[in-house]
């Protein structure tokens, strides 16, 4: 699967990883940044640019890692198409996929051990949408929204 990944400084050393755990898993990874570690460094530029890409290519998935993964999950949701979900645990991974389709995972780094990280998001990566109506039409209606 395509996979764009993004994360600022605090979430930099859980990309590098994630990049390796999930090219290892047989993804295909894109990482839009940060490409340096720098303590100063802005989260939006690199969540809009992963959440753009998700949008372009779809089927692809996207996460964005930072902290707390609040302003990354907050950044992503900017992005016109994008539906991304904070995910704070296996379950909650699952969910975004299963109940909302989410096509961006956010992630605090701070927040998790790295392996803890990556299960969460392999649980996120492994899960389908439902397809079931009745969270199809709860989709539709913040789509429209969107659309406005
Ligand atoms: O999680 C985040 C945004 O929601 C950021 O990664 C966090 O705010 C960065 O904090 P600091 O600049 O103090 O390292």
């Known amino acids: 699967m395509r996979i764009h990944i993004a994360a600022d400084h605090a979430g930099f050393e859980l990309k590098s990883a994630l990049v390796d755990r999930l090219t290892a898993d047989g993804h295909d990874v894109i990482d ?20 753009e890409a998700v ?62 990280a990556v299960t969460i998001v392999q649980a996120f990566l492994a899960e389908s949408f439902s397809g079931d109506p009745r969270h199809q039409r709860r989709i539709d209606q913040v789509a429209a929204y969107e659309s406005r």
């Not at 839009?32 to 959440?51: I, K, M, N, R, T």
């Open 55 to 116: 949008v372009a290519e779809p089927g692809s998935l996207g996460i964005v890692l930072g902290g707390s993964g609040n302003g990354e999950q907050i950044a992503a949701n900017k992005v016109r198409g994008v539906r991304a979900a904070l995910a704070w645990n296996e379950t909650t991974a699952r969910l975004a996929r299963q109940h909302n389709d989410a096509n961006v995972v956010a992630l605090g780094a701070r927040q998790h051990s790295e392996e803890e």
């Open 32 to 51: 839009h940044g940060a490409e340096h570690y720098d303590a100063q460094d802005d989260y939006p530029a690199f969540c809009l640019s992963a959440g």
